[in-house]
T-cell receptor, first 112, second 114 residues
Framework: SQKIEQNSEALNIQEGKTATLTCNYT??????LQWYRQDPGRGPVFLLL?????KEKRKERLKVTFDTTLKQSLFHITASQPADSATYLC???????????FGTGTRLKVLA | DAGVTQSPTHLIKTRGQQVTLRCSPK?????VSWYQQALGQGPQFIFQ???????QRGNFPDRFSGHQFPNYSSELNVNALLLGDSALYLC?????????????FGPGTRLTVT
């Protein structure tokens, strides 16, 4: 069955370091992959979209990679700040569909 | 520019009852998707509305139904509530024309079924 896996354990890193979050998927051929940030009790906030034919996307301190061979996306936050502490969700969709499938999210905590 | 709004914020219902949740999309958006998010889980796609029609549906029973109005706002209806329906219900709006879309989520409605 289709599965999206994100590290369920919280990731703690020191301020200023680069945080790297992983999204792995199986039995799925996504055409689009998105990353969202979610704070407690709030709705997810869109961060980045990457297509299957793109290897890397950047936006300010954020970088996403998409490896369709490894079936994996990596999400990097450089020069991390305590304000980056949140849960980060990846979401995938296949071509021709409007349905995004979300992972369970990884909680990131940036320590001052 | 108002973002996505949802009402009510919180709701407590009893098993077997029916509930209606409401969503107003971001200005200029024509597509509304509904998601259910259980505690500690990612959002699960319920269905999407475009041009007042259900365009795609996730793996949810017929107890879950919806509607989109000419002004693009939307309702989610859940009949015969079960304890397992307790969750955060999220509405997301987008613009179909731009293709693989950014979704703008509302703050959600926290539904508790007792």
């Amino acid at each position: 069955s289709q599965k999206i896996e994100q590290n369920s354990e919280a990731l703690n890193i020191q301020e200023g370091k680069t945080a790297t979050l992983t999204c792995n998927y199986t039995n799925y051929s996504p055409a689009y992959l998105q990353w969202y940030r979610q704070d407690p009790g709030r709705g997810p906030v869109f961060l980045l979209l990457i297509r299957e034919n793109e290897k890397e996307k950047r936006k300010e301190r954020l970088k996403v990679t998409f490896d369709t061979t490894l079936k994996q996306s990596l999400f990097h936050i450089t020069a991390s700040q305590p304000a980056d502490s949140a849960t980060y969700l990846c979401a995938l969709a296949t071509s021709g569909t409007y349905k995004y499938i979300f992972g369970t999210g990884t909680r990131l905590k940036v320590l001052a | 520019d108002a973002g996505v709004t949802q009402s009510p914020t919180h709701l407590i219902k009893t098993r077997g009852q029916q509930v209606t949740l409401r969503c107003s999309p971001k200005s200029g958006h024509d597509t509304v998707s509904w998601y259910q998010q259980a505690l500690g889980q990612g959002p699960q796609f319920i269905f999407q509305y475009y041009e007042e029609e259900e365009r795609q549906r996730g793996n949810f029973p017929d107890r879950f139904s919806g509607h989109q109005f000419p002004n693009y706002s939307s309702e989610l209806n859940v009949n015969a509530l079960l304890l397992g329906d307790s969750a955060l219900y999220l509405c997301a709006s987008s613009l179909t024309f731009v293709g693989p879309y950014e979704q703008y989520f509302g703050p959600g409605t926290r539904l508790t079924v007792t």
